[in-house]
Structure formats: structure tokens, C-alpha cells
């Protein structure tokens, strides 16, 4: 695959990052409760692999933050885009380096890596937890 091929990958990843979430949605039967945990869902995040000069599977994960103080939920929404940047340079990076996620203790150190990132973006409440909704992996 040329560079403009990968750039082109790249860019329908970040189209689909846009996308609207397929996992549950928690919001519709949990509403945002001062000192009570809550999920805060991501849109699905797209990456291709590439194994020397072409893109030799796509993974797809959908995320969900679990937040401390559900007080905190409008202030993490408007922190959404950060969050969402920093999560797909996250997989992506990840996913580059293993040659996609692997066995289940690929997804483990995939869960910590976002939880560092979104702990680092939210500084202004806890992360109790990243959660993987989704996890799809296909060669292509």
C-alpha cells in the first residue's frame, strides 16, 4: 500500500469515528446522578492494521468511560472531542505495534492504556473504569 493509500485509510477512520455509537446506550435508562457512577459512551473506533505496504485487517472497538461523579457528566461531554482523539492515536498506536489487539490480554493493556489517557483528559473527576463494549477484529 503507498502512503496515499494509508492516508486515505486513515481518513475513512476518522469519517467512521463520527459515526453514531451501535453499543447500548446507557443514557437512555441512566440518568446522571450527583455522586453516583456513570458511563459516558464513545462513538465506535475504526483502525486498519498495516502490515508492511497494505492494510491487512480492520479493528473496530466501541468504548464506554465509566465516570465517579455522574454530577461531572456535562462537563466530560464537553471534553468529548479530546477524548476521542486521544483514543483513536491510542488504538491506533496500539494496534500498529501488536499487529492488531490479540488475546484477551491485549484488550487488558488496551483498557489501560484509554484509562490513562481518559484520566489524564478528566482530570477533574475519577475514571473508575474503561470499558470495551465492542471489540471486532476481521482480516481483510
Known amino acids: 500500500m503507498r502512503i496515499s493509500e494509508v492516508k486515505r485509510a486513515l481518513a475513512v477512520a476518522i469519517v467512521l469515528l463520527a459515526a453514531p455509537a451501535f453499543a447500548a446506550d446507557r443514557s437512555a435508562v441512566t440518568v446522571a446522578v450527583p455522586g453516583k457512577p456513570f458511563f459516558f459512551q464513545l462513538a465506535p473506533i475504526f ?3 498495516i502490515d508492511k ?4 485487517r480492520q479493528v473496530s472497538i466501541a468504548v464506554a468511560i465509566e465516570i465517579a461523579d455522574g454530577a461531572q457528566a456535562t462537563k466530560v461531554e464537553t471534553h468529548r472531542q479530546q477524548l476521542d482523539d486521544a483514543f ?7 494496534v500498529q505495534q501488536r499487529g492488531g ?3 484477551p490480554s491485549g ?3 488496551l483498557k489501560a492504556r484509554l484509562r490513562q489517557s481518559a484520566q489524564r483528559i478528566l482530570d477533574f473527576v ?3 473504569e474503561v470499558e470495551i463494549e465492542e471489540f471486532f ?3 481483510k
Open 137 to 139: 477484529e476481521k482480516n
Open 47 to 49: 483502525v486498519p492494521v
Open 107 to 109: 484488550q487488558t493493556a
Open 101 to 103: 489487539v490479540g488475546p
Open 88 to 94: 483513536l492515536r491510542d488504538i491506533y498506536v496500539f
Open 126 to 128: 475519577p475514571v473508575t
Open 53 to 56: 505496504d497494505k492494510v491487512t
